[in-house]
């Protein structure tokens, strides 16, 4: 069974940082990709990023790229996303996922992740 546990949200000002991370269970973590969600309030979730297997690829939506750093710790189960430059539309509940499918690959996918989280509260104040 895989379980995914985020924690690391909170309250921040503009132009501040967090770091989430992600710790997982099972271990084909090791072995496939982990993506970052984000979902704010009366809007649908979105993709932010994702980083495969072994942390070698990883993909940002347009909104982050430059702000956001995905990363993963393979020996420790868990994988990161450092927040840098925080907007107030950044505000959402954070949600790390695995995919399911191909293991051992470079693709980074966006869609097809199988195993959530419960999720993390982001909070950006202007």
């Known amino acids: 069974q895989v379980q995914l546990v985020e924690s690391g949200g909170g309250s921040v000002r503009t132009g501040g940082a967090l770091r989430l991370s992600c710790a997982a269970s099972?271990?084909?973590?090791?072995?496939?990709?982990v993506g970052w969600f984000r979902q704010a309030p009366g809007k649908e979730r979105e993709f932010v990023a994702a980083?495969?297997?072994?942390?070698?690829?990883?993909d940002y939506t347009d909104s982050v790229k430059g702000r956001f750093t995905i990363s993963r710790d393979n020996a420790k189960n868990l994988v990161y996303l450092q927040m840098n430059s925080l907007k107030p539309e950044d505000t959402a509940v954070y949600y790390c996922?695995?995919?399911?499918?191909?293991?051992?690959?470079?693709?980074?996918?966006?869609?097809?992740?199988?195993?959530w989280g419960q999720g993390t509260q982001v909070t950006v104040s202007s």
């Open positions: 996922a695995l995919a399911a499918g191909s293991f051992y690959t470079d693709y980074v996918p966006r869609d097809g992740f199988a195993y």
């Open positions: 099972g271990r084909i973590f090791r072995s496939t990709a």
């Open positions: 980083v495969n297997w072994n942390g070698g690829s990883t």
